[in-house]
């Protein structure tokens, strides 16, 4: 009888000890997840990945994600690309920036900035592209495609390098560009060529500095697809369409990169206006 | 004898049960830290807490951080910033922007961009003043100034949307004035008035934005001093010795919010230059 306590007493040991990791020691605290998910995560004594993944697919099935943007927006595209990525669903609310409708008192009154696109997570409301992608990668890091890397300082100080490079240094130049060549046409106003000769320079600069990286990298910051990556989409999509691309496509292994990552599916979707307007509420 | 096994047995499973996780657990992986403090973290079998604590205090002791900077620069001062609220000692190497080293071939090679900082921590380069200080503040997140939240998820996406807000919203029409009101004084040159009529208001849209939020809150993203708040140090220092310093004091809660930020010890350490000079290798 006590060699069956001390055998029992033995695999419970070596049972717990492989099996205990409480839920609030993976940097998630109680008040983030849903009360009924944190306490079946602690009373079953779950490994931390089990209760993680749980609390992350039971608990957010339905996230009742709510997306206000417009589907001809870059920054709205940025967001819809990351969650077409995590296969996520959300309910659109268009705001028509033809329109003018985000200048509206009823749309400050959501964004004081008066700028699309704006993310509300139950309670959470945010704003900025950059920010809401990030936050989403964060939040359902386990699910579809790993945007963000979680688990190496080397490999998290680099992906956030890359992403601030696209920040400071690729987007102000490609912005004056996709102003002045792709939406200054849309909107029946001619390019202004002084500003466009001023800004490729700029811009080719950077790219320079893009095809060294990548002619030993797949990517910028990785041999994977990152948010670093990402975030270059929807500019980079527009000036394809206009005499800046012989700037890209001049650029071998940019040129590799830009086919890279304008073919996933996420972004082709992203790009998919039918797809926002079709939609039904939370689902696609 | 059985009850005695028996109880060393419950006791060596309550022991185990409430001490072991194994550090790759915390998300952190052997590649990433000291090869002996991973294996000690192991062997022993201490908590994950215990383990961070270890790895990140001892094997980090003595960082070997090397800046690239230049004492006058708003960049690099924002990255000494987080480094003198980290309380952590570097290696200043100097790049005298004034003499334009920053655009010569040797620097070149270290930074293809021509900027400062860049940021050596042992293999691993960064720039982007924002990158390396998001890098510096997760990597040593257990010393110091807490900058950056990793806990709770809401935190993490309101501080970085109010990082982003920096970026895009606040740091364009800054950059400006600072150049214009602060930099080209500097340099023998005039202000153009008419940039700076233009972008005077932009700035004061933002800051209208950020008076309403900080009369319901201490600082940008939340109660406490964040990085939100840290970024936007070097521009409001350097224009509040301009004109455009009476945009800041005519919003009382923008006036506490400065008052309060540019008084920060870490902050004035920054601005020092003597301090930056006066280094030692490794000490300050």
């Known amino acids: 009888m006590g060699s069956f306590i001390v055998l ?4 419970l040991m070596i049972l717990m000890a492989i099996s205990y990791e409480p839920y609030s020691g993976m940097g998630v605290t109680a008040s983030d997840v849903p009360t009924s998910c944190y306490h079946y995560c602690n009373q079953k004594l779950e490994s931390r990945h089990q209760c993680y993944k749980h609390c992350d697919e039971s608990a957010h099935k339905d996230p009742g994600y709510k997306l206000y943007g417009y589907p001809y927006s870059a920054n709205t595209r940025r967001v819809l690309t990351v969650l077409y990525e995590k296969d996520l669903s959300f309910d659109p609310i268009t705001v028509d920036l033809r329109a003018g409708e985000q200048k509206k008192p ?6 004081p900035f008066g700028l699309v696109p704006v993310f509300e997570d139950k309670d959470l409301k945010l ?7 990030q936050y989403i990668a964060t939040v359902r890091r386990s699910r579809g495609t790993q945007l963000v890397n979680h688990k190496s300082y080397k490999k998290i100080g680099t992906e956030t390098m890359w992403m601030y490079i696209e920040s400071f240094e690729f987007d102000p130049p490609a912005t004056i560009l996709t102003q002045q060549l792709a939406i200054n046409p849309l909107v029946g106003l001619k390019p202004d060529y002084k500003v466009v000769n001023e800004t490729e320079p700029k811009l ?13 990298s797949s990517f910028l910051a990785s041999n994977n697809f990152t948010m670093a990556d990402l975030f270059h989409l929807p500019n980079i999509q527009y000036l394809m369409g206009t005499p800046a691309k012989r700037l890209f496509e001049s650029r071998p292994s940019v040129n590799r990169w830009v086919a ?3 073919a996933r599916p996420a972004w082709k979707k992203a790009c998919d206006v039918k797809a926002w307007y079709g939609k039904k509420k939370n689902g696609y």
Chains 1, 2 share one sequence.
């Open 8 to 11: 029992v007493s033995f695999t």
């Open 106 to 111: 009823s749309f400050l009154s959501i964004n």
């Open 127 to 133: 704003v900025e592209s950059r920010a809401i992608s």
């Open 204 to 216: 080719e600069k950077v790219l320079d500095i893009y095809e060294e990286r990548l002619k030993n």
């Open 260 to 262: 890279a990552i304008t």
